[in-house]
């Protein structure tokens, strides 16, 4: 069955906002392990730590959607 069609916009928004914020945990978690050992690739840092860039934006965005500016 498709939950999908049972929640609005906003509902779908919040539910992808929630998978980002924990997989950009997720990173934070991975690049500070990696980080504590020695032997790490920088390269491969880097990479998480983009990865991690991109996730930020896209939070970013879905937040905006969710709570846009209200001008005053």
Known sequence: MNMQHNMNHEDILRAKLEGLRCE???LDEAIA???AQQLTSTLAL???K???LMLKDQIARIEDELLP???A
């Open 24 to 26: 950009h945990r997720d």
């Open 33 to 35: 392990a990696l980080q």
């Open 46 to 48: 880097q990479r998480l």
């Open 50 to 52: 983009k990865q991690k």
């Open 69 to 71: 500016d209200i001008i």
